[in-house]
T-cell receptor, first 109, second 113 residues
Framework: AQRVTQPEKLLSVFKGAPVELKCNYS??????LFWYVQYSRQRLQLLLR??SRESIKGFTADLNKGETSFHLKKPFAQEEDSAMYYC???????????FGKGTKLSVKP | DAGVIQSPRHEVTEMGQEVTLRCKPI?????LFWYRQTMMRGLELLIY????????DSGMPEDRFSAKMPNASFSTLKIQPSEPRDSAVYFC???????????FGPGTRLTVT
């Protein structure tokens, strides 16, 4: 069965520290993976997708098929990065997404 | 564009009552998704429509839940009768086509007492 696992419910770091939000997936086909973010009092929005191989707001994520992981990383966390982060998997060409349970990132001053 | 619009933003109702949640997708988007968010289960897809046709409703928990999309600019999610375990935030999202980015609405926080 398809599954997305985010092992940490809460991750707390200090400003300027590196941050890594973990995401592991289970899928037998060729996955498309995404990170969505929800800032306080804002809508859930797309942060980045693996096929774009881009860096958004300093965040990057590399798809590791061997480890079935798509961890989100940023070398120097900022207070404005505090938010809820969701990893999501799209099954093949279908539109629906399977979300992890989310990780709340708290960046302290 | 105001983005995806959901109403009401908050709903408090008593067990056994009918609840109707509404969603207006972004104009021109062909796909619409309903999600439920709870602490225990995170974000779960309930149902999605493509060109107003339900494509996958396997996430709908039980017969008490139903969703309709009578036209390209409106969808409803109905719970009848509601139960306390239905308390959650319900999100609607739309996308231009099936494989593209989904744009989420602000959500409806439902509390069933």
């Amino acid at each position: 069965a398809q599954r997305v696992t985010q092992p940490e419910k809460l991750l707390s770091v200090f400003k300027g520290a590196p941050v890594e939000l973990k995401c592991n997936y289970s899928y037998s086909g060729s996955p498309e993976l995404f990170w969505y973010v929800q800032y306080s009092r804002q809508r859930l929005q797309l942060l980045l997708r693996h096929i774009s191989r881009e860096s958004i707001k300093g965040f990057t994520a590399d798809l590791n098929k061997g480890e079935t992981s798509f961890h989100l990383k940023k070398p120097f966390a900022q207070e404005e990065d505090s938010a809820m982060y969701y990893c999501a998997l799209r099954k093949g060409s279908q539109g629906n997404l399977i979300f992890g349970k989310g990780t709340k990132l708290s960046v302290k001053p | 564009d105001a983005g995806v619009i959901q109403s009401p933003r908050h709903e408090v109702t008593e067990m056994g009552q009918e609840v109707t949640l509404r969603c207006k997708p972004i104009s021109g988007h062909n796909s619409l998704f309903w999600y439920r968010q709870t602490m225990m289960r995170g974000l779960e897809l309930l149902i999605y429509f493509n060109n107003n046709v339900p494509i996958d409703d396997s996430g709908m928990p039980e017969d008490r839940f139903s969703a309709k999309m009578p036209n390209a600019s409106f969808s409803t999610l109905k719970i009848q009768p509601s139960e306390p375990r239905d308390s959650a935030v319900y999100f609607c999202a739309s996308s231009p086509q099936v494989p593209y980015e989904q744009y989420f609405g602000p959500g409806t926080r439902l509390t069933v007492t």
